[in-house]
């Protein structure tokens, strides 16, 4: 039985969803580091492919580059908390000249684009809830987590790299 058939009365739950991007001003300077700069620091400057794919989404913009645009590919700690054994970081890139994303209870296209593992936390950073999900089961899930009181936020990572995206908080 899928989400949508356990929970559908939690699909318009009565709180709003907002949505937390990376924020562009720690990365800022780093694009006036040069190749080998970033590379002895572990990042990479990548240019996006005019073909279009999903490849290299913006964690700040929560939206796909345009061809030819210039971003970064940096280690991003997004859990970061010293009291949890969930405290983690990966691989993220980020738009040169990206704005956050700063929408209530719309959905990022890159968020609902593919499967996600869905991961909800507690106010301590403890992980009590993952699943994998996709467009409207991710929806319904994420409103069904949060309708929760032990469930803080929920944080959403892709299915296949694991690689952090955006996390969302009741508003």
């Avoid at 280690?75 to 691989?91: F, I, K, M, S, V």
């Avoid at 890159?110 to 409207?136: N, S, T």
């Amino acid at each position: 039985m899928s989400i949508l058939q356990l929970a559908p009365e939690h699909a318009d739950a009565a709180f709003a969803l907002r949505f937390e991007s990376l924020r562009p001003e720690p990365f800022a300077p780093l694009f006036l580091l040069s190749d080998d700069e970033l590379f002895d620091r572990g990042m990479r400057r990548v240019i996006a492919s005019p073909v279009p794919g999903i490849n290299y989404p913006c964690r700040v913009s929560l939206d796909f580059p345009q061809g030819g645009e210039e971003l970064l590919l940096v280690n991003h700690r997004h859990l970061d908390r010293d009291t949890t054994p969930y405290r983690a970081e990966g691989p993220v890139f980020v738009r040169r000249l990206a704005q956050a994303y700063a929408r209530l209870d719309e959905f990022p296209p890159i968020i609902l684009q593919r499967e996600m593992a869905v991961r909800a936390y507690d106010a301590e950073g403890m992980m009590i809830e993952a699943d994998l999900a996709a467009k409207e089961e991710l929806k319904v899930l994420t409103r069904v987590w949060l309708a929760r009181a032990d469930v803080a936020h929920v944080d959403f990572h892709s299915a296949r790299r694991g690689c952090f995206f955006a996390r969302v908080r009741r508003a």
